[in-house]
C-alpha cells in the first residue's frame, strides 16, 4: 500500500462520522426551521416524537432513548410541559415516578413532525435500493451500540483512555 491510499484508509473511518454528522445536522437544521411555527424550542420535537410514539413513557427512559443526559430532557420535559404539548402524570403504582403523556396540541405537533419525517426519509434515502437500506440501518445500528458502550462508561463520569491508533 503506498502513501498516499494508506492516508486514505486511515481518513475513512473519520469520514463516516462526518457524513453521519453532517446529515444529522442538515436534518436538524432543516426541523429547526420547519418546526418553528409550531414554537418548539431547538431539539425539542424529538422529545415531543418520542412521547408520542411511547405514551407513559418516563423521563428517564425518554433521555436513555435519545442519547442525553437527565438534566437536559429535564429541562426538555419542563419547557414540552409548560408549552402544553405534554403532561406529566404519576405513574400507576409509584407516585414518586412520573409518565409522559402527549396533549391534544402535542399530537396534532407530532402529526407534522411525523409528516415532515416522512419526507426527509424520502429525499434522504432517495435513489438507494431496499437492500442498500437495509444495509446502512445494520451497520448504522453496529455502530450505535459499539458506542452506546463508550456513552454509558462516560455518562456515569468514567473517562476514556485513548491510545495511539499508529502503533
Known sequence: MNES???LALDEPREVLREIGMIARCLDS???VEFQHLNLSRGQYLYLY???EN???IPNQLAELIKVDRTTAARAITKLESDGFIVKQPALGNKKNKVLYPTAAGLEAWEFIRRE???SDQVTLNGLTEDEIQTAIQLLRRMRHNIE???KFVKKGGRRSYMDNDE
Open 5 to 7: 491510499n494508506e492516508s
Open 30 to 32: 432543516i426541523s429547526n
Open 55 to 57: 405514551p407513559g413513557i
Open 117 to 119: 419525517g416522512v419526507h
Open 149 to 151: 458502550v463508550d456513552w
Open 50 to 52: 418520542r412521547i408520542c
